[in-house]
């Protein structure tokens, strides 16, 4: 058996209508899965799922912060699709802002959609998966799980924050054969970072600024994030649970960070 094959396996994928989210599950459904596309904005999605992948696509409107249309649409899945096996929890958003800048109602809402959001579909669809002997579970976090850029207090806390959601869940229900790990993006070019690229008076030093952070000098392509998203919610990774993955370029290898490479100690003699 090819362990990269989903059939017969269903899938959840937050965030699915753009960006890692939508490479994730156009993968899942290349290797033969059953997936539930779930997006706030899913006019487009369902439009691409009905003409492609009709028999194997279903698209839910959804606004992940919303734990009770959350329920309803897992419940809508599971009853439609005959269960849930995999969750892929890529919805996510992003803010600025420092302790002084931020307001309460963003980081209400940033947290409600990075990190709440985690809890309520791992809340709905983990009965589900005891009903099928196991699952995995893959939240999406960010390299700023691990460490912060400045001016960014709300998305850092809730990306910190879901790391200890997913060690939690994979603590607490390894024994029922649910798996849960967290990969962490760097910088990937998706619709989000071209849309805070876009917030800046120079947008191409941005975008540039961004390639160089990572050691490939470049930023990443959302398949390539996504692909470590399938290997973690494949039966390749049987024997994974409670890891944290990152998909960065090697952005968080340098002491000091590329720039400091370039300009700092330990330079080119």
């Not at 290349?30 to 779930?38: D, E, K």
Request: aromatic share 6%.
């Amino acid at each position: 058996m090819n362990d990269l094959d989903f059939h017969g396996k269903i899938a959840v994928v937050t965030g699915g209508a753009s960006g890692i989210g939508r490479a994730t599950v156009e993968a899942l459904i290349a290797r033969g899965g059953s997936v539930a596309l779930l997006d706030k904005g899913a006019a487009d999605a369902e439009e691409w799922i009905n003409k492609s992948h009709r028999s194997q696509g279903l698209v839910v409107a959804v606004d992940v912060s919303d734990s009770e249309a959350v329920q309803i649409a897992v419940d809508r899945v599971a009853n439609e699709l005959g269960g849930i096996d995999l969750l892929c929890h890529c919805a996510g958003i992003q803010s600025y802002g420092n302790a002084e800048s931020t307001t309460v109602e963003d980081w209400r809402k940033t947290l409600a959609v990075d990190l709440d959001s985690a809890f309520y579909m791992a809340h709905a669809v983990i009965p589900f998966m005891k009903r099928r002997d196991g699952g995995s579970i893959v939240l999406t976090g960010s390299t700023q799980s691990l460490v912060a850029h400045r001016n960014s207090m709300a998305y850092v806390a809730g990306k910190h924050g879901l790391l200890g959601v997913m060690r939690s869940i994979a603590v607490d229900f390894a024994s029922f054969g649910i798996r849960c790990n967290c990969v962490l993006p760097g910088a990937i070019d998706t619709p989000m970072i071209r849309w805070s690229v876009a917030r800046e008076p120079d947008p191409e030093r941005v975008l540039a600024a961004c390639s160089s952070l990572a050691l490939l000098g470049r930023m990443g392509r959302p398949e390539e994030a996504a692909n470590l998203n399938i290997f973690l919610l494949s039966e390749m990774a049987s024997y994974i649970t409670g890891a944290v993955m990152v998909v960065d370029g090697g952005q968080l290898v340098p002491c000091g960070g590329t720039g400091f490479q370039r300009t700092g100690t330990g330079g080119d003699e």
